[in-house]
């Protein structure tokens, strides 16, 4: 769901940084062959990835829901020259499109994959982490936040997207992932750890820096 009418949508991305070529190509291989293409980040927020990136500088990143690897991209294009990208995802028919845009985008070798479920992976991914992008399973954002909260390092920043659910958080809960949502922007809310705020972008993004 997008928040802002879609003649302004199209406004906003055109006066907006410009989508590399190689990520046109990616987005348009996404829709052409991968189911739910609408998880993929896109123009308008994989800009906004890439600038939150470079301005944090990380040396280490940490992506919980690879996908397609778009947003991996744009997320490596602000790592520091030694920098690293730990990405996560359950889905294995995904890994011959990622490992193909990974060789072409030039960070293959700074992109760590991992295949299997983020719960089990993060806790033997070793290091502190600068910069952290949850896009995954909705269930368990409070899980992850409480897996890597105590990781990221001062000044830090967390990222989370879909966190307005096309604006299932506003009715009373029917499903597990809307109910886990709600949970989790109460708790980041209310956790002295972070300062937080939500970006109506696309389906909802939140930033959290660490105090």
Known sequence: MNFIDKNLEEYVE??????PKLLTKLNKITHQTVLQPRMLSGHYQGRLLSFLSKLVSPNKILEIGTYTGYSTICLAEGLTKNGTIDTIDENEELIEIQNKFFSESGYF?????HLGKAKN?????RGTFDLVFIDADKENYPLYF?????????GGII????VLWSGKVLKKPKDEATKALINFNRLVKNDSRVESIILPIRDGLTLLRKN
């Open 109 to 113: 070798n700074v992109i760590n994959q």
């Open 121 to 125: 992976i993060i806790p033997n991914i």
């Open 146 to 154: 409480d897996l890597i909260i105590n990781r990221v390092n001062k």
């Open 159 to 162: 990222i989370a997207d879909n």
């Open 14 to 19: 055109k006066h907006t940084e410009q989508e």
